[in-house]
């Protein structure tokens, strides 16, 4: 069963760049039919797609972030890692990584998903 | 467009057969996904596909989809089915869409 962990600071100053590491485990990110997501949900709020990653590099990000969102992927780790640049507090959020069916688009697993909250 | 579009809360009374639908022209070309969320919890796949569960997924959940309509069925709901609903698809651009979700109570 394909594991996903979230981990990274939870707490980022305004301004900062947020990152985020997603660790794959019982699975490989280099697998042909998934790209790797990330999703954030703001605190009692709905789910956004931040962007996706396949295992080549190519990516896809959400037009509404893309000028400030860098995925990046380490097949050698098995692990996807997410910038965010010049945060606010609106950027506070629970990020998650899942795992996403090419060709189809449905996501899972997801991991359990980390808070961060930007503050100074 | 690119948006979905959910009711914001449903109630179901306990046992009762209940649908959540989603609405967006992107549903016109691609299948919808669903996401149940319980509190405190990441978002779990209840249904994908034209209608399709995964593995461990009661079958009293089915789905179906016609025009710019997707929908989630509860058949017989019960108390645990209570949680948040969310429905995801994509656009033109494989961008992913969610809508903002509808809260499921079972009565």
């Known amino acids: 069963q394909v594991h996903l962990q979230e981990s990274g600071p939870g707490l980022v100053k305004p301004s900062e760049t947020l990152s985020l590491t997603c660790t794959v485990s019982?699975?490989?990110?280099?697998?042909?039919?998934?790209?790797w997501s990330w999703i954030r949900q703001t605190p009692g709020k709905g789910l956004e797609w931040i962007g996706y990653?396949?295992?080549?590099?190519?990516?896809n990000y959400n037009p509404s972030l893309k000028s400030r969102v860098t995925i990046s992927i380490d097949t050698s780790k098995n692990q996807l890692s997410l910038n965010l640049s010049s945060v606010t507090a609106a950027d506070t959020a629970i990020y998650y990584c899942a795992r996403d069916r090419r060709g189809i688009n449905w996501f899972d697993p997801w991991g359990r998903g980390t808070l961060v909250t930007v503050s100074a | 467009s690119s948006e979905l579009t959910q009711d914001p809360a449903v109630s179901v009374a306990l046992g009762q057969t209940v649908r959540i639908t989603c609405q967006g022209d992107s549903l016109r070309g691609y299948y919808a996904s669903w996401y149940q969320q319980k509190p405190g919890q990441a978002p779990v796949l209840v249904m994908h596909g034209k209608d399709s569960r995964p593995s461990g997924i009661p079958d009293r959940f089915s789905g179906s989809s016609s025009g710019n309509t997707a929908s989630l069925t509860i058949t017989g709901a019960q108390a645990e089915d209570e949680a948040d609903y969310y429905c995801n698809s994509r656009d033109s651009s494989d961008a992913r869409l969610f809508a903002g979700g509808t809260k499921l109570t079972v009565l």
């Open positions: 990653i396949f295992y080549s590099g190519s990516t």
């Open positions: 019982s699975g490989s990110v280099s697998s042909g039919n998934y790209y």
